[in-house]
Structure formats: structure tokens, C-alpha cells
């Protein structure tokens, strides 16, 4: 991603109650210096979003309960 964008943010999702846990990311690519100080109120109107539906872990982790609960 570094060669085609010059600025790359990682930011964690709070997608729990408990906020000391992270589940996803939300990796952010631009070409122009964000201010990411307030996430929350990301204008996102004109921006490409990719979204990765693919979760291999999800995929690991239901055949294994599917074995351990046969």
C-alpha cells in the first residue's frame, strides 16, 4: 500500500462494550496528511471504501467448534 499511497492510518474499531478490546481495524489510505484526531466524524462521502467479507479466522474457528461438538 506504501508504494501507491503516501499516507497509510491503522485505526482500531470499538465494536464492544468492553473498550479495552479491539476487534477490527479500519485501515485508511490517502494521499493527502489526514486529521484523524476525531475519528468519529470521518466524511467518508466521496471516498472508494473496500471491504473485506473474506475471514478466514471466522471460517477456522466454526469447523473447529463443528469438530469439538460432534
Not at 491503522?10 to 481495524?25: A, Y
Not at 496528511?33 to 475471514?55: E, G, P, Q, R, V
Amino acid at each position: 500500500m506504501k508504494k501507491v499511497f503516501k499516507y497509510i492510518y491503522v485505526v482500531p474499531c470499538d465494536t464492544t462494550i468492553d473498550s479495552d478490546f479491539f476487534q477490527n481495524n479500519m485501515v485508511i489510505a490517502s494521499d493527502q496528511k489526514l486529521d484523524l484526531k476525531n475519528t468519529y466524524d470521518l466524511n467518508l462521502k466521496d471516498a472508494i471504501i473496500l471491504t473485506d467479507d473474506y475471514s478466514p479466522v471466522d471460517s477456522l474457528v466454526d469447523s473447529t467448534i463443528a469438530l469439538v461438538t460432534k
